[in-house]
């Protein structure tokens, strides 16, 4: 193939995937911080988290369930849910960052609990497994460095202090396990909490350590002698996910209660020294119950159940403000579908998040999810007319969005439901929306009135894909074969055959309606003249299913996306193509072009990201 010239220009990284309930496995250096979402890992800047991230995506067949910084910064851990642990050194050879050093096979399960010692030589790792819940190694070769028994239930957060080394654990079985070493020997075990340890976690000076638990308790022992220094009973309205250390003597918590607390847990009887949530109205919510936390001596960083990064500055706080000073918002899973809105990038997810991308304040593209009732499941569809958005989902609901004018985001504004699954849908002549499902059925929706006033069932051929032009209804079906409907009353005009000889699996119309383009399931893409249905170009240059195609605004380039994990841009007038071998390192999903630059596009796969290329 054909060599390109793209060039990535922006990256836009997806935000932590939660679990209600259960902490986020996150973790901060001195200048980051890092996050799983599904089979990847994130890494923001602490001081700017806006500016260009980081996204590994060395996790093909599991998905990430922890990550930790060593405490020098120079190493980050990654755990995942069969057990593995990989080893990745910060500042890698040849200045590249973040470069694969080891991995070691640790549980028998996922590992949620990560720490280190101070100088990074060993590191540990509790979660799941048969036989044990928890194991200690040397980083450089994985050997065993004592025996971690004691625990009968998951793991779920250790840490370990500075010399004299001792580890501490917790999870699920309501106590806190304590080992010396190393090697590694079982010490003591406390039974202060009656539910669920969330986390431990030492104080930076390794005299302390905290823990919280889904009890609704703080308890602070002394590291040396064991001994419980401060219990703090109802700490929280609801279960305490996460601890961590301001400084030597503060403490930050969160709970799902929405709170997140400043204590002052060392010295003074009154500890608690400010509380503050994400809820602008005051109640609480669901959404933002929150279930992970980091403290700098500047900044608090919580995570929400609807995967919101939170970020408050201890100044603001000081000075009375409650609200974060920024919220970075973002998808949390496999992204399905991507359009552009008259130059506003739009795009869903597998659960049923739909995003609108612009630029803020700080000239950073930032996320703002569609308000209003939106989607539940997976949102695999998506076009637009000017500022309308058209989204899909499995359930059978389609919605109408339109732009709010006062802030540039979008609104759920109307639903129509319809019977089966849709697997297309297009609405280029402005007043009509089409939609094909998987039982064989097109529905026709009144863009005005968002009420469906048109049902067929398509008896003849097993229809695939569908798309329209100003006038006609262009499907395609299991034979190969495309048939052109009427656009008033669906009744078949004219059939394209002797063109695909496999099934059409994506057929798609030019923004005013001239071209049309087909691909099929082997790897063939065709481009007619929608008006003479005369062929114009045939691009047989991927090697498996086309899954996406879209033309620029001037019609003078067609965006195709195969499963080869190849995008391409054909050119056609010359015929000619540039083409880009795994742009998102892992499958694609759907790719666009920049509706404010002709010849940028962006694309989307299943590492939950978002990346723009231009020559």
Request: overall charge negative; proline content about 4%; glycine content about 8%.
């Amino acid at each position: 193939m054909e060599s390109s010239d793209y060039k990535q220009v922006l990256l836009l990284p997806p935000n932590p995937t939660t679990r209600r309930a259960y902490r986020v496995q996150w973790s901060a250096s001195a200048t980051h911080f890092a996050y799983p979402t599904q089979n990847n890992v994130v890494i923001r800047s602490l001081t700017d988290p806006l500016s260009p991230p980081i996204v590994l995506t060395d996790f093909p067949l599991s998905k990430v369930t922890s990550v930790r910084f060593s405490p020098d910064g120079k190493l980050l851990a990654v755990g995942d849910e069969k057990g593995r642990v990989k080893l990745f050194r910060v500042e890698g050879a040849e200045g590249k960052p973040y470069t694969l050093e080891k991995e070691h096979a640790m549980l028998g399960g996922p590992v949620f609990g990560l720490g280190f010692t101070e100088d990074g030589q060993r590191f540990a790792a509790g979660g799941e497994g048969k036989d044990m819940l928890a194991k200690a190694v040397l980083t450089s070769s994985g050997t065993k460095i004592g025996d971690i028994f004691g625990p009968s239930k998951t793991v779920t957060t250790l840490d370990i202090k500075p010399k004299p080394y001792r580890m501490v654990l917790g999870g699920e079985d309501h106590e806190v396990y304590v080992f010396d070493g190393v090697p590694f020997k079982h010490a003591k075990t406390l039974t202060q909490h009656s539910n669920f340890v969330n986390r431990v976690a030492f104080s930076p000076n390794g005299k302390f350590f905290a823990t919280v638990s889904s009890d609704k308790t703080i308890v602070l022992f002394d590291s040396e002698t064991l001994e419980v220094v401060k219990k703090i009973d109802k700490a929280h309205t609801k279960g305490i996910m996460d601890v961590n250390w301001i400084d030597d003597s503060k403490i930050a918590t969160c709970s799902s209660d929405n709170e997140v607390k400043h204590w002052n847990i060392v010295e003074g009887d009154q500890a608690e020294l400010i509380s503050f949530n994400p809820n602008h109205d005051g109640k609480e919510k669901l959404e933002n119950q929150q279930l992970g936390l980091i403290s700098t001596p500047s900044e608090t960083l919580t995570v929400s159940l609807n995967s919101n990064i939170n970020i408050w500055s201890h100044s603001s706080l000081s000075e009375g403000v409650r609200t974060p000073s920024l919220t970075i918002q973002g998808h949390s899973n496999y992204i399905s579908a991507i359009a552009s809105a008259n130059g506003v990038l739009v795009s869903s997810d597998q659960d049923g998040k739909v995003f609108s991308w612009s630029k803020g304040p700080t000239g950073a593209t930032q996320a703002s999810l569609f308000s209003g009732e939106g989607h539940t499941l997976n949102v695999a569809l998506l076009t637009t007319i000017g500022d309308l958005v058209f989204s899909a989902s499995s359930d059978g609901s389609i919605k109408k969005s339109i732009k709010k004018e006062e802030d540039q985001t979008f609104e759920f504004k109307a639903t129509a439901k319809i019977t089966g699954t849709p697997i297309s849908i297009s609405a280029t002549n402005g007043h009509q929306l089409f939609v094909l499902t998987n039982n064989n059925k097109l529905f026709v929706i009144d863009v005005e009135t968002f009420g469906v006033v048109k049902e067929v069932e398509l008896k003849e051929y097993e229809a695939t894909a569908m798309t329209s032009t100003i006038s006609e209804v262009w499907v395609g079906d299991k034979k190969g074969l495309i048939h052109i409907l009427g656009g008033e009353d669906l009744a078949q005009k004219s059939i394209i055959e002797k063109k695909h000889n496999h099934a059409v699996s994506v057929i798609s119309a030019s923004r005013d309606g001239s071209l049309v383009a087909s691909g099929d399931t082997y790897r063939y893409i065709y481009v007619f003249n929608s008006e003479s249905k005369a062929e114009t170009g045939c691009f047989p240059y991927h090697a498996s299913r086309i899954i996406g195609l879209d033309f620029n605004k001037a019609n003078t380039h067609l965006l195709t996306v195969g499963l080869d994990l190849t995008v391409g841009v054909a050119n056609l007038s010359d015929k000619t193509k540039k083409t880009i071998h795994r742009p998102n390192e892992k499958e694609l999903t759907a790719a666009v072009f920049d509706g404010n630059e002709d010849t940028a596009f962006f694309t989307a796969g299943y590492d939950c990201s978002i990346r723009l290329w231009s020559k």
